[in-house]
């Protein structure tokens, strides 16, 4: 008993020490954010009373809120006043776009993808419409976010638009009626393989009944061929969406009460664990899921979720990386600020998020770098940084001078110029390219630069010889030249790559989200990859087992 009473007297003053330097951390936390307030708001007050030009105080305190949420994740965002109606239109679901992607090209922005029976397609909108006015406004050099500010709006109400359309000379008038847009986000499913027997579903976005319309599709599928031999679910490219769509996808394969994901934070009441509610829809099919560097958020949980539980095997390249939650608080005055205020954490316990980011993006971690988890049969996996395939394989359009022709939108002006000329046959299974030479001759045409980092450097290095009175001017020339018949040697050989690219933005345009995804399927080495799998029981077996 005395040895106890002891102990006690040693434990219970460490313990108001422990209580005394929490107070103190607190009180000291507190002053440094009291400091910082005074000092910011002096310097604010003085940069508007004395700095030599006329400074507007509102746009002066909107680019410090930006610049200081930019610096803590890319997902943390300053909402102004200025831009209040818009978030509230799309976050209380009054208003969901007309159903039109778009991009600024030059002056003008230009669309660059419709909706299969949404507004914009009802109108008579088309890829590669200019858009000149709106409503009698001019839309030359305004900004995407001007554009759809003005395109916004409530459900049926008009709004009139001048486009510039290729190979028509006057401008198209469009009157297009607002609507609610709803886009499936299962744009193709079907049997695939020389056998008809594996099921194969596009998933594009997490939104409303995505489990369920996975779920049906699946269910359609056994009734068309009851032997199956497996199951390829398609998120490349799939970006996330509702936290609750991934739950119930991933009831599909997992049976009733399994966790799927905890979301922990700092305010620990917030923390929350999501399980799955019901009895599995099929817990035997062999699973094959496809992912990419473009498969983020709810992406990453369900093909987390499905490795962490040796449920099915990952094909494709590393996920994007995010695992963070966002809620929106009110600030005054009618302003908000979407803040990250927990991540996500799948059943092994590691958190998908990436830690490091360059322009918005997250930056490859090195796996001795990465913490280590296990899945239910003691495989080794990896947190931060996204969700590692256990098949990785090479995305051939990921080479530089490729990436270049997307990313300046070579392809895409090709087919516009492309399509102006020729027929479209009626389906698009009779939908074939072939006639590269025409696109080796659009790109002659051009003085183009692909944006490579080679380029950059060859820009630098002219720059410094120029600055330095090098006469090395007449090599450079001969090194550039060089260089540019190199990178048109590296697109003749990657002719199949840039043809199945080319064959997508020609379906996408006549054949929409269907027509772009049953095009891919027909070259996709990737889904060739997940056939083969799902034929070798054996294989597939040893990758869940972790031989």
């Avoid at 007050?45 to 400074?55: K, P, Q």
């Avoid at 744009?187 to 594009?204: E, F, Q, T, W």
């Avoid at 102006?420 to 030479?437: R, S």
Wanted: aromatic share 8%.
């Amino acid at each position: 008993m005395k040895r106890i009473l002891k102990i006690s007297y040693f434990v219970l003053p460490l313990a108001f020490v422990g209580l005394a330097f929490n107070e103190v951390y607190e009180d000291n936390k507190q002053f440094e954010i009291s400091k910082n307030i005074e000092l910011f708001a002096n310097a604010y007050r003085e940069l508007n009373a004395f700095y030599v030009d006329d400074i507007d105080p509102g746009s002066l305190m909107r680019k410090g809120m930006e610049s200081m949420v930019a610096s803590l994740d890319p997902f943390t965002n300053y909402i102004a006043e200025s831009d209040i109606e818009g978030y509230r239109l799309i976050s209380q679901g009054r208003y969901f776009g007309i159903g039109a992607q778009s991009k600024k090209m030059g002056d003008y922005l230009t669309i660059t993808e419709l909706y299969e029976g949404q507004p914009a397609d009802q109108a008579g909108l088309r890829v590669g419409d200019r858009i000149l006015s709106i409503d009698g406004r001019t839309a030359k050099g305004k900004s995407k976010a001007e554009v759809e500010a003005i395109l916004q709006g409530f459900p049926g109400t008009q709004v009139n638009m001048a486009v510039e359309r290729p190979g028509v000379e006057a401008p198209v008038q469009i009157t297009l009626t607002r609507g609610e847009v709803d886009v499936a986000n299962v744009p193709y499913s079907g049997l695939i393989g020389s056998d008809a027997d594996i099921a194969y579903v596009n998933l594009s976005t997490f939104t409303q009944r995505a489990g369920r319309n996975v779920a049906n599709a699946l269910r359609d599928m056994r009734l068309e061929n009851p032997d199956l031999k497996g199951m390829v679910l398609d998120l490349r490219g799939n970006g996330g969406g509702l936290l609750s769509e991934a739950v119930n996808l991933c009831n599909i394969f997992i049976p009733q009460n399994e966790i799927v994901v905890t979301t922990k934070g700092k305010v620990r009441d917030w923390d929350r664990t999501f399980r799955t509610r019901t009895n599995a829809i099929d817990e035997e099919i062999p699973l094959v899921v496809l992912i990419n560097d473009r498969s983020a958020s709810a992406s990453e949980i369900v093909s987390g979720v499905m490795q962490d539980y040796d449920r099915g095997v990952l094909i494709g390249q590393r996920s994007y990386g995010k695992g963070l939650v966002q809620n929106t608080k009110d600030i005054g005055y009618n302003a908000k600020i979407k803040l990250t205020t927990a991540k996500y954490y799948i059943p092994s316990g590691r958190c998908i998020q990436s830690v490091e980011y360059e322009d918005g993006e997250p930056v490859d971690i090195a796996d001795d770098k990465r913490a280590v988890f296990q899945t239910r049969s003691g495989r080794e996996v990896l947190d931060g940084g996204g969700v590692a395939p256990d098949i990785k394989t090479e995305r051939g359009d990921n080479i530089p001078v490729i990436k270049s022709l997307i990313n300046n939108d070579l392809i895409f002006d090709f087919v516009t110029e492309y399509a102006t000329n020729t027929t479209i046959p009626d389906t698009v299974i009779d939908l074939k390219f072939n006639d590269f030479d025409a696109f080796i001759s659009f790109l002659a045409d051009k003085d183009l630069r692909y944006d490579t980092k080679a380029e950059k450097l060859m820009d630098q290095l002219k720059k410094k010889a120029n600055e330095e009175g090098y006469q090395v001017t007449d090599q450079l020339v001969q090194l550039e030249r060089r260089l540019k018949e190199e990178q048109m040697e590296v697109i003749r050989a990657n002719e199949k790559v840039i043809t199945d690219l080319i064959e997508k933005e020609i379906a996408g345009r006549y054949f929409f989200q269907e027509g772009k995804v049953r095009i891919g399927l027909r070259n996709d080495e990737e889904v060739q990859e997940a056939i083969r799998l799902l034929r070798d029981p054996q294989q597939y077996s040893a990758i869940l087992e972790g031989k």
